[in-house]
C-alpha cells in the first residue's frame, strides 16, 4: 500500500485533532495544507495568494479557541480555504467552486464551523458583534474572533464596527491580518497608517528587547509588565501615527509575524484569557509557500484552473466587454479632458490597469468603498467632469442609497458600467449580477441599457458620456464581446431606441444585451422546426421603446421578453406595465429569467441553461408551450 506523503494531514479530520499536535507538528502540518490546496486550485480555479498567507494563522487560531463553540467570523470567505480542509471537508475541497462541489466563500448551511456568509468585503466585525452581544445577552460563555484584511479597512463598514465594539467595550478578538494588499495593493491613508505602525523601527525595536528584559527582572514578571505596558503606551502615542485602534476603543497587540506559528498560538492563548475588544494585527505574505504567488501576489490572486467551458471561435477571437470598454475610455479621454475613471479596488477585474496607466492623473481607485466611490463619482459630476464608475454589478448593490439620495435625485451625469452583469459561474450567489435592472429602475431620470455586443458597447459609451441629465446605467456580463469592429467609430444612439434584427410571424422575442446573441441562436434553431421569431435588441431597458413596442404589440400575436436578470421588477415587468396601462390585451405575453431563487455555482453557460437561458432551453420553451396548429400559435402561460 502507497504511503501518503501527507503525514499530518492525514490525521487531522476536524480542530479537535489539533489539540494534541506539537509546534513542529503543526509547522508540517502547513507544510502538508499549502502542498494539498496548491494542485486543486491550480485545477479548479479560485483563490490562490490570499489563502496561501494564512495557513499558519488559521491552525493557531482552530489550535487555540473551541471552534464552532468558540465564535469564528472570517471577512468575505475567500481566504477561508484552509478552514474548510481542516473542518471536515478535506475531501470535498477536491470540488470546491464546481457545480455541486463546496462554494468557494463561507456558507452556513455547508458546515458550523462556517458561522457567517459574506461574499463582499468588510462586514466581519459587525456581524461578530451580532455573535457576541447576544452570546451576552444570553449569558452565554464563548469567545468571538473576526479576521479582517487590511483591505477591508477601506470599507466603511468595518470602521462602524470597530465603533461600535470599541464604545460598547464587547469582548470579541479582531484580527487584523495584513498583507498590505486587498487584491491589487492598497490605496489610502489606512494603508499609510499601518505601513508606518509596522515599519517603525524604534517602537519596535524597543518593545521587542524591553518584552525580554522583564523575563529577568525581580518583583514578579507580570506586575513589571503591566508597568512596562504602561510606558508602551505613551512610546505608542508619542511614535504610531494616530494611535487609530486605542482612541476607537480597543486594546492593540503587534504587529507579529502571522506566519510564526510558534509565536501565534503563545499570544493567542495569552488573548483568550484577556478580555476585549481587542485587536491583534498580524503580518503575513501574500503568496506563502509558492515563490511566483509571493513575487506576484496580483497576478496570483485567483486562479482561472484548467477545466474551462468550450469556446467557440468567436469568443477565442474577441475581447472581452472590460478590454472593449478601456480601450473605448481611453480614445475618449483622449479627446475629453473632462472624462475620469472611478473604481473600487477592481482595478484588474474591470480592465482599467491600461486606463490607469495613460491617464494616471484621471483614474481613482478609492479601495473597497463602493458607497464612497458613488458619491465620489456625483461630486466629481457636480464640478463639471464627466465620471465614469466602472464597478462590478455585485458590488454596486452595497451603494443604493448614494445612487438614489446623491446622484439621481440631484440628475447628476455619472456612467455606472456594471461589469459582471448576470451570472458570473463559480463564484457564486454572492456575485451574481442580477439584481440591478430590477434595483436601478425603480429610481427617476435613471437610464439603463446593456449592449448586444463591443460594437454596441462603444457606441452606448459615447452616448451616455455625451448625455448631460442625469445618470446612465451600461450593463455587460463577464464574457467575449461577441463582435467588434477593427477600427473605433463612435456613433451616439438614440435613447430609448431599440433595433429590430428579425422579422418574424409567429411570435417576437425582445432580447436584452447577453440574451440576444443567445436569443438569436435559438431563433435560427425554431425557423428549422417551422417557428418564425422575430428578434428585437432591447438595448435599453428604461426608457423602453414605446413607440416600437407598440408596433410590434400590433403585429405579433405573442410577445417573450429575456433578460439575465430577476424577474421581480425587471425588463419584463416594465414591458407589462405599459401594455397593461395602455389596456392591450389582445396578446400572450410571457417571461424569461432569473428565477425567484438564489442561484448556485457553476460553470456560467450551465447556470444558463438551469435557468432556462440558453439557446436549446429558450428554443425548447418556445417549442414545448408554443404549439403550432392551423398556422396559428396557441400559447399557454409560461411565466
Known amino acids: 500500500m502507497k504511503k501518503s506523503k501527507f503525514s499530518v494531514l492525514d490525521r487531522v479530520e476536524t480542530p479537535k485533532d489539533l489539540k494534541g499536535l506539537s509546534t513542529k507538528e503543526l509547522e508540517q502540518l502547513a507544510g502538508d495544507l499549502r502542498e494539498y490546496m496548491v494542485p486543486i486550485v491550480k485545477e479548479t480555479g479560485g483563490h490562490f495568494a490570499p489563502n496561501l498567507g494564512v495557513v499558519e494563522l488559521t491552525l493557531a487560531l482552530h489550535s487555540v479557541y473551541d471552534t464552532p463553540r468558540d465564535i469564528l467570523v472570517w471577512d468575505i470567505g475567500h481566504q477561508a480555504y484552509f478552514h474548510k480542509i481542516i473542518t471536515g471537508r478535506k475531501e470535498a475541497f477536491q470540488r470546491i467552486r464546481q457545480f455541486g462541489g463546496i462554494s468557494g466563500f ?93 515599519t517603525n523601527p524604534i517602537y519596535n525595536r524597543f518593545k521587542k528587547e524591553i518584552w525580554k528584559l522583564t523575563e529577568k527582572m525581580p518583583g514578579g514578571k507580570e506586575t513589571v509588565r503591566a508597568w512596562v505596558h504602561r510606558a508602551e503606551e505613551s512610546l505608542k502615542g508619542f511614535l504610531v501615527p494616530g494611535m487609530l485602534f486605542e482612541e476607537l476603543g480597543f486594546r492593540y497587540f503587534g504587529p507579529i509575524d502571522g506566519n510564526d506559528l510558534k509565536e501565534l498560538v503563545s499570544i493567542l492563548k495569552r488573548l483568550k484569557r484577556l478580555r476585549g475588544p481587542n485587536l491583534l494585527h498580524v503580518l503575513t505574505v501574500k503568496g506563502k509557500g509558492v515563490k511566483d504567488a509571493e513575487k506576484d501576489p496580483v497576478k496570483f490572486y485567483a486562479l482561472k484552473g484548467a477545466v474551462k467551458p468550450k469556446a467557440t471561435l468567436k469568443q477565442k477571437t474577441v475581447p472581452s466587454y472590460s478590454e472593449v470598454l478601456v480601450d473605448a475610455l481611453i480614445k475618449m479621454a483622449e479627446k475629453n479632458s473632462r472624462v475620469c475613471v472611478i473604481t473600487a479596488a477592481m482595478a484588474e477585474g474591470t480592465g482599467l490597469v491600461k486606463f490607469e496607466k495613460k491617464y494616471p492623473d484621471r483614474f481613482f481607485d478609492v479601495g473597497i468603498a463602493e458607497s464612497y466611490a458613488v458619491t465620489f463619482s456625483g461630486g466629481l459630476a457636480a464640478n463639471g467632469l464627466r465620471p465614469v464608475a466602472a464597478i462590478y454589478s455585485t458590488f454596486l448593490q452595497r451603494s443604493f442609497d448614494q445612487i438614489l439620495h446623491d446622484i439621481a435625485l440631484q440628475n447628476l451625469p455619472v456612467v455606472f ?56 446605467v451600461i450593463r455587460y456580463p463577464k464574457d467575449s464581446a461577441i463582435r467588434l469592429s477593427t477600427k473605433i467609430h463612435f456613433q451616439p444612439i438614440k435613447i430609448g431606441s431599440w433595433e429590430e434584427l428579425e422579422q418574424g410571424e409567429d411570435l417576437v422575442i425582445l432580447a436584452v444585451g447577453s440574451m440576444v446573441e443567445i436569443a438569436r441562436s435559438a431563433c435560427q434553431s425554431l425557423r428549422e422546426k417551422g417557428v418564425y421569431p422575430g428578434l428585437v435588441n432591447c438595448r435599453f431597458v428604461k426608457p423602453l421603446d414605446e413607440e416600437q413596442l407598440l408596433d410590434l404589440a400590433n403585429r405579433y400575436p405573442s410577445i417573450l421578453t429575456i433578460e439575465e436578470n430577476v424577474l421581480q421588477g425587471g425588463f419584463g415587468c416594465a414591458v407589462a406595465n405599459f401594455l397593461k396601462a395602455r389596456h392591450i390585451q389582445r396578446n400572450s405575453l410571457h417571461h424569461l429569467g432569473i428565477p425567484d431563487r438564489f442561484v448556485d455555482h457553476g460553470p456560467r453557460e450551465l447556470l444558463l441553461d438551469l435557468v432556462g437561458l440558453s439557446s436549446n432551453k429558450i428554443a425548447n420553451t418556445v417549442e414545448e408551450k408554443l404549439m403550432v396548429a392551423d398556422s396559428k400559435i396557441l400559447v399557454p402561460s409560461i411565466q
Open 417 to 472: 458600467c456594471l461589469d459582471r452583469a448576470g451570472l458570473v459561474g463559480p463564484d457564486g450567489p454572492t456575485h451574481h449580477g442580477v439584481f440591478d435592472l430590477s434595483y436601478l429602475s425603480c429610481l427617476p431620470g435613471m437610464i439603463l441599457s446593456a449592449p448586444k455586443d463591443g460594437d454596441e458597447l462603444r457606441n452606448l459609451l459615447h452616448t451616455a458620456i455625451s448625455y448631460e441629465r442625469g445618470p446612465f
Open 106 to 198: 463561507l456558507k452556513r448551511e455547508e458546515s458550523p464551523y462556517d458561522t457567517f456568509g459574506a461574499g463582499h468585503a468588510s462586514t466581519a466585525i459587525a456581524a461578530a458583534m451580532g455573535f457576541a452581544v447576544a452570546r451576552d445577552l444570553k449569558e452565554e460563555n464563548y469567545k468571538v474572533v473576526t479576521v479582517i484584511g487590511d483591505g477591508a479597512l477601506t470599507g466603511g463598514l468595518a470602521y462602524e464596527g470597530l465603533n461600535n465594539a470599541g464604545a460598547q467595550k464587547t469582548d470579541i478578538l479582531v484580527i487584523l491580518n495584513d498583507n498590505r494588499m486587498a487584491i491589487s495593493p492598497n490605496v489610502g491613508a489606512i494603508s499609510q497608517y499601518l505601513t508606518g505602525l509596522t
